[in-house]
């Protein structure tokens, strides 16, 4: 009998503990519940104008921009003529580079791009004189700007029939930009927006081809060029002598 337990001994099986277990399989893992964003109702739709509401805004804009361009503005004899003086200086533009053809090397998005900073410079000039506070000058600039600033522009130069063919043919080419200013074309319309990129265009491609017919063109829309800047320039002679005046009559007391 002790010999069977023995022998029942030698063939028992001794337990083992797998201390490094295999990784669970991906399946058998807790998937996490995808969240769903939450859904966000659609924009209400735009509330188009009547065109009585339209006009009646429009001839609002009109005086309004009417009367801020003409707060700034001097009246000269030598009105219509313009020359290339601007505060003793020879010229006030940049000299633009040679181009024959511009439409044959740019596209319109990039003489817009050109047309915008040059009409800027412009309305910059316009009100630099009186000195005023920054805020002051960029609240004025601001609304000049704008497109709808531009678009009225255009309107004027278009009623008055003051454009040659060449010049009707930009803005033909320069009214079709595609941009990526959404919100700006949502928030003045698709017509505003296309004409203002058409006068931006109109602008670069003159000061690259004739810097005179831009002047010509600005002096008309009531923005100060050569010939209108003379006073300016004689008023600031004239306020530097009475500083100076005044700063001898202190220092001599």
């Not at 000195?131 to 255009?154: F, G, H, T, W």
């Not at 595609?178 to 000061?207: D, H, I, P, Q, W």
């Not at 006073?231 to 007391?253: P, Q």
Request: with cysteine.
């Amino acid at each position: 009998m002790a010999a069977n337990a023995m022998a029942h001994a030698a063939v028992a099986v001794r337990a083992s503990w797998d201390t490094n277990p295999s990784p669970k399989s991906p399946a058998l893992k807790s998937a996490k519940p995808l969240r769903v964003p939450p859904s966000t109702p659609p924009p209400p739709p735009a509330q188009s104008l009547s065109p009585a509401r339209t006009s009646s805004r429009t001839a609002v804009l009109e005086k309004d921009f009417s009367q801020l361009l003409n707060a700034s503005r001097r009246s000269t004899s030598k009105k219509g003529k313009s020359d290339e003086h601007y505060l003793g200086y020879e010229t006030w533009l940049p000299v633009a580079p040679k181009v024959n053809k511009p439409r044959s090397i740019y596209n319109a998005a990039s003489l817009a791009y050109l047309g915008d900073c040059i009409y800027e410079l412009y309305a910059r000039r316009h009100f630099l004189y009186p000195p005023l506070s920054i805020n002051e000058y960029n609240e004025r600039v601001m609304k000049v700007v704008r497109c709808e600033a531009q678009d009225l522009l255009l309107k004027k130069l278009l009623d008055e029939d003051y454009l040659t063919e060449e010049e009707r043919d930009i803005l033909r080419w320069g009214k079709n930009i595609v941009s990526s200013k959404t919100r700006t074309r949502k928030r003045v319309g698709v017509a505003v927006y296309n004409r203002a990129s058409s006068f931006e265009t109109l602008v670069g491609y003159l000061y690259l081809t004739n810097v005179k017919r831009l002047e010509e063109i600005m002096f008309k829309l009531g923005f100060l060029t050569g010939a209108s800047s003379e006073l300016i320039a004689e008023e600031l002679r004239i306020n530097l002598r009475k500083k100076s005046a005044t700063a001898e009559a202190v220092h001599s007391e």
